[in-house]
């Protein structure tokens, strides 16, 4: 926490590629060329995210900024890496100049998206899940439809949302974050038997939480079954005693 602090007060007040910035630091392959070079760092500075090491990728996606200023994917990881230190204003330019040089891109539409909804903005950020999910080449359209039907929720549109949920299952019935909300929905509509499949797909697909194991053991009780109501309860008494879902079941708070 300290470090990402530290790097939130250093942070520049203008992004990289505008005239009178200046990147330090050596950047790969001289003899390469722009492009191949800012390629080359964008991916260490992704690499560097992932890890959680947000000041590296900061750097790294600077550098690569600084080898090509119209290489979209670096601003879309400067996005990335702002939106994390809470530069909301960086972040948000960085997010726009990606997309303004691909307006395409479903990467950078998704991850803007998020941004959006993150900072309580959640219905424009269903209009960028919804473009990136039109790109054909796309690889992950459920993610944007399951993080759009979230953002849905957000603002108490259940209807959006529910149809998010169904299009990303379309696309992947085994994608286990849909299955999960999905049940959710299907439960509070009284859609039981609708939701005791998903949600038994959703355990045996990922290993079961203390919220996947309290929803099936609630459907169970509705529909009667107490043997398999029973089987949940010893599962989640075993696995998570310390979880709220544990408490709730212990008061008999069911709803």
Known sequence: MLAAAALFGCASNRLPGEPGEVDSG????EQASGRERARIHTELAGSYYQRGNLGVALSEARIAIAADSGYAPAYN?????????????????????S???NPSD????????????????EEESIRYFLLAVRYPLYTTPQKSYTMAAT???????EKDAYEYLERALRLDPNYYPA???????????????SARTLVARYNKLAEPTSESLW????????????????????QLRRRFAGSKEYQDLQKGRFD
């Open 26 to 29: 050596a950047i790969i392959g």
């Open 77 to 97: 990881l400067l996005g990335l890496v702002y939106g994390d230190l809470r530069e909301t204003t960086l972040a948000e330019e960085a997010f726009e100049r």
């Open 99 to 101: 997309l303004k040089i």
């Open 106 to 121: 479903p990467d950078a539409n998704h991850n803007y998206a998020w941004f959006l909804c993150e900072n309580k903005r």
């Open 151 to 157: 953002c849905a929720l957000r603002t108490g549109n």
């Open 179 to 193: 299955l999960i909300n999905l049940a959710q929905l299907k439960y509070r509509r009284g859609e039981l038997d």
């Open 215 to 234: 929803l099936a053991l609630r459907i169970e009780r509705k529909l009667g079954d107490s043997s398999a109501t029973t089987s949940y309860a010893n």
